[in-house]
Structures are given as C-alpha cells and as structure tokens.
C-alpha cells in the first residue's frame, strides 16, 4: 500500500489497477493456484517510488527562525514528529484614546463631542498584524486621569496611545510620558502624522515601549502603519514587514506645501500594463473615509513641491490592485 517500504530488490511499483487484481479479487489474494499477477503495462525503474530524502535530507535546515507558521508548515513540523516548536508569542497592545471630547461608540451623540474612532481603528489594525489588542478606553484630559489609564496598560507590551501629543494647552501625553517615563523622539517630518511621539515606561522591571499617535484618525492609522507595524513585526521575530511597493502613474494632482514627506491616499489600478494611481478624494487628515477606499500611499518626498498628473512616483499597497 502507499507508504509501505520498498522490498529488497524491488526498484519499480506497479499501481493496483495496471494488474488483474482490480477484477473483483479480495485485497491479498492472488489469482487462480499459481500465484502469479497479470501486469498490463510495463514497469520502469523508479516508477511509483517515493526516495528516501527526497523531501528532507538529513542535516538540512527545514523551517527557519522567523517562518511564520501556516497550514504547510505545520505539516512539515507534523511529518517530522514534532509535537511542538519554539514560537513568539503574540505581543498585547494596549490602546488608549484621550480627550474630554470623545465618545464611546454607542453613546448618544452629544454637541462638540465625537465617537471614538481611533481605538478601534487601530485595535483592528493591531489584529491584522498578528497581536492582540486590549482598549483601555478613553482617558480624559487631565494628567490624574491619563496617568491611571496609562499605568493601566503597563502590563502589555506595547502601549499605545491618541491624540495628546501636538502642541495644545490639552496635548499632555508626552508631559506624561516625560514625568512618568521617559521620550525618545517627537515630532517627524511626515503628512499626515507629524505629531507622533516614541518613548519608554519602566514597571516591575520591564520596558515597554510607548508609541503615542496624533489624533487625527487618518494621522493615527496612517503613522501605526510606518512605525507600530514594524514594530509588532520585529516583537514577532517576524522579517518582512515591508509592504509591497509599487511605480505608479499619478492620476491627480498631489500638492505637498509644507516640506514633508506626503502620503496620499489613493487606488491604485492595473490599466493596459501600467499601474495608476488616483486619490480617493480631500486629503484632510480628519477625512477617515479616504482612508477606507484607498489601497495605497502614494509618496510625495519632502523635496517635491507637488506630484503632477502623468508624474511616476512610489505607492506603498496597503491592499490588493484593483484590476480595470
């Protein structure tokens, strides 16, 4: 039967139905006294042989450090024997948003309030990366209050907060993050995400990293995308956190008035062997359903003023090419 060793002396398999013993003959038994099978084609050496080695050698390195591990892999690891393997774990992310003007969602709308969209973009962001999210809610804009929320989520390994990072007499996350921790940069020349700011918090022994994200929802999600993804991937042992880059032809316009490096949110379209790139629509960073129908950034580096129609330029895919 399939799998069974190779007797000595045999190079060659011949499959059951190449035989009379398909003619209605019990499984073992031969035809007739004499012992002997009808074979109706011919046998070459090496047919229906599987070789030792010829899927895994021995010394050779099957599944390397930093392999995510999918369904062929775990046969692979499940064909050796192995019952288990040394993984990362997936890292919790903890999700803070903060200010006095937030709602939860599901709350009855209030004037000059807004729902909490940022936790839970980035909640499912944190998942599509490979970790698990935990929302802390909504701090509000006092230092007694965010302080408590933060110490909340020391016990992840990653803490990650919104908004409170900018230049406003309530923006009091980083005053936090200095007095509680400690910051490593603020601020980075990009749009939309200037106001971002990095650093450390120390409890029980440990270190956990704090990424505080601006609070603008597009700023949010687009600034996690460049600096907490790589970072959720490294945690992860995981090596190819780049997304796929692709050369584009601008379709609209792309003004960059500031000397940053603009991202704009854009589908990108397989058109008559080219890739195309047109905006979703304004650009404003509190303008979230531009996020929601784009499956790219399309770059405009610091040093250009604008990107014309008909220009070429770099569009990192955050989703598959839609195809015209």
């Given at each position: ?73 775990i046969g692979v690891l499940a064909s050796l024997g192995r019952p288990t393997v040394n993984v990362y774990r997936r890292p919790v992310v ?108 120390r409890s029980g022994g440990r270190l956990i990293p704090h990424l505080g994200l601006p609070g603008n929802p597009v700023s949010s999600m ?72 784009a499956n790219a950034l399309v770059v405009c580096p610091e040093d250009v003023p604008a990107l014309e129609p008909g220009d070429e330029a ?11």
């Amino acid at each position: 039967m399939t799998g069974a060793p190779i007797p000595d002396g045999a190079d060659s398999v011949v499959p059951f139905e190449e035989t009379d013993e398909r003619e209605g003959r019990s499984p073992g038994a031969f035809t007739g006294s004499s012992g002997s099978v009808g074979v109706f084609k011919a046998a070459r050496p090496g047919n229906n042989v599987r070789l030792a080695g010829e899927d895994i050698k021995a010394g050779e390195t099957v599944l390397r450090s930093g392999t995510e591990l999918h369904a062929a892999q775990i046969g692979v690891l499940a064909s050796l024997g192995r019952p288990t393997v040394n993984v990362y774990r997936r890292p919790v992310v903890a999700i803070l948003s903060t200010g006095d003007e937030l709602l939860e969602v599901g709350q009855p709308h209030e004037p000059g309030r807004i729902y909490d969209a940022n936790s839970y973009g980035v909640a499912a962001l944190v998942s599509e990366a490979g970790a698990i999210p935990k929302r802390l809610g909504i701090a509000k804009d006092t230092v007694e209050d965010l302080t408590a929320k933060i110490h909340q989520g020391l016990d992840a390994d990653l803490l990650i907060t919104s908004a409170g990072v900018s230049r406003g007499d309530y923006d009091i996350v980083k005053d936090v993050l200095m007095r509680e921790g400690q910051i490593d940069f603020w601020t980075v020349r990009m749009k939309p995400g200037k106001p971002l700011a990095f650093g450390t918090f120390r409890s029980g022994g440990r270190l956990i990293p704090h990424l505080g994200l601006p609070g603008n929802p597009v700023s949010s999600m687009v600034t996690f995308e460049l600096f907490g993804r790589p970072a959720l991937y490294k945690m992860m042992g995981r090596s190819a956190w780049e997304r796929p880059t692709l050369r584009v032809v601008v379709e609209d316009r792309v003004a960059n008035t500031d000397g940053r490096r603009f991202l704009a949110r854009a589908i990108v379209r397989e058109r008559d062997g080219r890739y195309h790139a047109g905006l979703t629509g304004p650009q404003g960073s509190g303008i979230l359903t531009s996020m929601a129908l784009a499956n790219a950034l399309v770059v405009c580096p610091e040093d250009v003023p604008a990107l014309e129609p008909g220009d070429e330029a770099d569009a990192i895919m955050l989703g598959p090419v839609v195809k015209d």
